[in-house]
């Protein structure tokens, strides 16, 4: 009998992502999502194709699936109560909307079986799990709440897989494909897992997560933010564009080299790996069948400047290791300069910084005091941008 496993979100991660893995250590998996017509095609064919884009193109097609749409709450809960493990790909805000169905299925699991089960939890937030755990407590009769926290895994991962928006164009060949770059590891934390920890391929089960944590956000996530606000600036469309551009990649290629020094610092990372792991990133830039825009990397610059978030976040980690971060600064006052029309966010800082100047997004949207030594030197390296000739 096929071990099964249920996915929450069927899109370009969970399909593109988790699905794979599920299928490859041999899954049926239940994809429980709210596209009708996704649904609909992943019941009738069971199975999907998957595109690996890189210097080759590889077709493959995921079997053993099925779905339910989210709004079933019995068929919701049966999946969760036989499953033997399971994975959310649905988008921060949307996990909250998933705790009520995650607690009915538990709670029919619990009366069902002693097992534990192990969920893992695909968000871009660090602290995802405990936060998921506390949503799902607010739904689960009291007499759950020790077996929810003896038996159930939240387990925290780092998504690095690049999965870039599905066009028109190929959601019309098929409404199933899903396109995918090659790199296809998935770092967990082992201190999430309840019980024996399940087989799956590609996971990567790590005792210093959070180390792993930062690498994304402050190598890859950075890396990725200053090609696209700096290709922003220089009129390119696509991300592979920017990053052959040699003007951009030079100032990626410095900024990296300040986020692998303080994370190297910081958590004893060999300094070495991470620059290898952030040329190997600069090369998956490269990658032109993935068709990934500068605007959509760019977009959202409120979150994206936030203190604990790639740019700002990065500068203050590499300041507290005593690096200054002149690229990373030069890099977050290019994201000051993100005025893309069908973006509200960045439409948001340019009106912040209209009616109150610098100071107003550093305080607004960076969270940090104007006087603060990384306001100060994203101060000078705006003067450099505009010396520079970015801004022409």
Same mark, same amino acid.
């Given at each position: 009998?096929?071990?099964?496993?249920?996915?929450?979100?069927?899109?370009?991660?969970?399909?593109?992502?988790?699905?794979?893995?599920?299928?490859?250590?041999?899954?049926?998996?239940?994809?429980?999502?709210?596209?009708?017509?996704?649904?609909?095609?992943?019941?009738?064919?069971?199975?999907?194709?998957?595109?690996?884009?890189?210097?080759?193109?590889?077709?493959?097609?995921?079997?053993?699936?099925?779905?339910?749409?989210?709004?079933?709450?019995?068929?919701?809960?049966?999946?969760?109560?036989?499953?033997?493990?399971?994975?959310?790909?649905?988008?921060?805000?949307?996990?909250?909307?998933?705790?009520?169905?995650?607690?009915?299925?538990?709670?029919?699991?619990?009366?069902?079986?002693?097992?534990?089960?192990?969920?893992?939890?695909?968000?871009?937030?660090?602290?995802?799990?405990?936060?998921?755990?506390?949503?799902?407590?607010?739904?689960?009769?009291?007499?759950?709440?020790?077996?929810?926290?003896?038996?159930?895994?939240?387990?925290?991962?780092?998504?690095?897989?690049?999965?870039?928006?599905?066009?028109?164009?190929?959601?019309?060949?098929?409404?199933?494909?899903?396109?995918?770059?090659?790199?296809?590891?998935?770092?967990?934390?082992?201190?999430?897992?309840?019980?024996?920890?399940?087989?799956?391929?590609?996971?990567?089960?790590?005792?210093?997560?959070?180390?792993?944590?930062?690498?994304?956000?402050?190598?890859? !996530?950075?890396?990725? &933010? /200053?090609? =696209?606000?700096?290709?922003?600036?220089?009129?390119?469309?696509?991300?592979? +564009?920017? *990053? @052959?551009?040699?003007?951009?990649?030079?100032?990626?290629?410095?900024?990296?080299?300040?986020?692998?020094?303080?994370?190297?610092?910081?958590?004893?990372?060999?300094?070495?790996?991470?620059?290898?792991?952030?040329?190997?990133?600069?090369?998956?830039?490269?990658?032109?069948?993935?068709?990934?825009?500068?605007?959509?990397?760019?977009?959202?610059?409120?979150?994206?400047?936030?203190?604990?978030?790639?740019?700002?976040?990065?500068?203050?980690?590499?300041?507290?290791?005593?690096?200054?971060?002149? !690229?990373?600064?030069? &890099? /977050?006052? =290019?994201?000051?300069?993100?005025?893309?029309?069908?973006?509200?966010?960045? +439409?948001? *800082? @340019?009106?912040?910084?209209?009616?109150?100047?610098?100071?107003?997004?550093?305080?607004?949207?960076?969270?940090?005091?104007?006087?603060?030594?990384?306001?100060?030197?994203?101060?000078?390296?705006?003067?450099?941008?505009?010396?520079?000739?970015?801004?022409?």
């Amino acid at each position: 009998m096929a071990k099964k496993a249920v996915q929450f979100g069927a899109g370009n991660i969970g399909r593109g992502f988790l699905g794979q893995l599920f299928y490859e250590s041999g899954y049926a998996t239940t994809f429980i999502d709210v596209v009708q017509e996704v649904i609909d095609g992943l019941n009738a064919r069971g199975e999907y194709p998957l595109r690996i884009v890189g210097d080759t193109v590889e077709e493959e097609v995921i079997k053993n699936v099925s779905a339910v749409h989210a709004t079933d709450q019995d068929a919701v809960a049966q999946a969760i109560a036989e499953a033997d493990f399971g994975a959310t790909a649905v988008g921060v805000t949307v996990l909250p909307r998933i705790a009520p169905a995650l607690a009915a299925g538990l709670a029919r699991r619990f009366e069902l079986s002693n097992a534990p089960l192990n969920f893992v939890i695909c968000e871009n937030m660090i602290g995802a799990g405990p936060f998921l755990r506390e949503e799902v407590r607010k739904y689960l009769p009291d007499e759950h709440h020790d077996a929810l926290d003896a038996k159930v895994g939240f387990v925290e991962a780092s998504i690095g897989r690049m999965v870039p928006v599905m066009t028109d164009e190929l959601k019309t060949e098929d409404p199933l494909l899903v396109c995918v770059e090659p790199y296809c590891e998935l770092p967990v934390d082992r201190a999430g897992f309840k019980g024996p920890i399940p087989e799956l391929a590609h996971m990567k089960v790590l005792d210093n997560f959070e180390a792993y944590v930062e690498r994304k956000l402050f190598v890859h !996530n950075m890396s990725h &933010a /200053t090609g =696209a606000y700096l290709g922003y600036l220089r009129g390119h469309e696509y991300i592979w +564009q920017a *990053v @052959q551009d040699p003007v951009i990649r030079k100032k990626i290629e410095a900024a990296l080299d300040e986020t692998c020094r303080g994370l190297a610092k910081r958590h004893g990372m060999d300094l070495d790996e991470l620059r290898a792991h952030g040329s190997d990133l600069l090369h998956r830039y490269e990658n032109k069948a993935l068709g990934d825009q500068v605007a959509r990397i760019a977009k959202d610059p409120i979150r994206k400047l936030g203190p604990n978030d790639r740019l700002v976040g990065s500068g203050l980690m590499c300041l507290e290791q005593g690096i200054e971060p002149v !690229n990373v600064a030069f &890099a /977050t006052a =290019a994201a000051f300069h993100f005025d893309h029309s069908d973006d509200e966010a960045a +439409q948001q *800082v @340019q009106e912040i910084r209209a009616n109150h100047g610098l100071e107003g997004v550093f305080r607004e949207v960076c969270g940090i005091e104007p006087g603060s030594p990384l306001a100060q030197l994203i101060v000078r390296e705006e003067k450099q941008l505009r010396q520079e000739g970015w801004l022409d």
